[in-house]
């Protein structure tokens, strides 16, 4: 079964500073997805960047970006530039390849909740 | 996208009743999941409602405790039976995008926060 882990239960940052959350995961198999979700206080779950694991380059999206090191299997975010309304738990998520009976599920890791100092 | 929409947003309920929650889509979707976060935690899959058949139900959860309906493409429930305070919660539906396997986003409905006392 594959397993998200996120060792840092809260982390905090300056506004305007880079912030980084950590992620690791363990998995069997090759073809995956890896998903960095936001939990704001309103609950919902809004979707912050994917990575493809086949695709070696890593995944941007404006102030936020991933390192994503598949032999180590950790994918790490990283948000920059760092706004009041980043404030939120965010969950790192994987997800097996397209194919076979359980695709589409998520396995999420514990969580970390985000605090922005103004 | 997606646009899914939750019902109820929160409720509070007597323990030994039970509480429906809807999840209605905008489009056409293959599979919903139904999720549970307990307070301060991270998301559990509780099942897959599938259309057509009965949901998959994850370990730990059972149909009799959770039951869910998959009447179209586009509605689900999830029942919260006989509840007691431990099934204090956020529940939560998800979709995956349009087109099916080859979406890998997957859309969030803002979850009933249930209370039960």
Not at chain 2, 24 to 31: F, I, L, P, R
Not at chain 2, 35 to 46: A, F, H, K, N, V
Request: proline residues 4%; charged residues 15%.
């Amino acid at each position: 079964a594959q397993t998200v882990t996120q060792s840092q239960p809260e982390m905090s940052v300056q506004e305007a500073e880079t912030v980084t959350l950590s992620c690791t995961y363990d998995t069997s198999e090759s073809d995956y997805y890896l998903f960095w979700y936001k939990q704001p206080p309103s609950r919902q779950m809004i979707l912050v960047i994917r990575q493809e694991a086949y695709k070696q380059q890593n995944a941007t999206e404006n102030r936020f970006s991933v390192n994503f090191q598949k032999a180590a299997k950790s994918f790490s975010l990283k948000i920059s530039d760092s706004q009041l309304g980043d404030a939120a738990m965010y969950f790192c998520a994987y997800r097996r390849g397209a194919g076979g009976t359980s695709y589409g599920k998520l396995t999420f890791g514990q969580g970390t909740i985000l605090t922005v100092h103004p | 996208s997606a646009v899914i929409s939750q019902k109820p947003s929160r409720d509070i309920c007597q323990r030994g009743t039970s509480l429906t929650i809807q999840c209605q889509v905008d489009s056409q979707v293959t599979m919903m999941f139904w999720y549970r976060q307990q307070p301060g935690q991270s998301l559990t899959l509780i099942a897959t409602a599938n259309q057509g058949s009965e949901a998959t139900y994850e370990s730990g959860f059972v149909i009799d405790k959770f039951p869910i309906s998959r009447p179209n493409l586009t509605f689900s429930t999830l029942t919260v039976s006989n509840m007691s305070p431990e099934d204090s919660s956020i529940y939560l539906c998800s979709v995956e995008g349009p087109g099916g396997e080859m979406n890998t986003e997957a859309f969030f409905g803002q979850g009933t926060r249930l209370t039960v006392v």
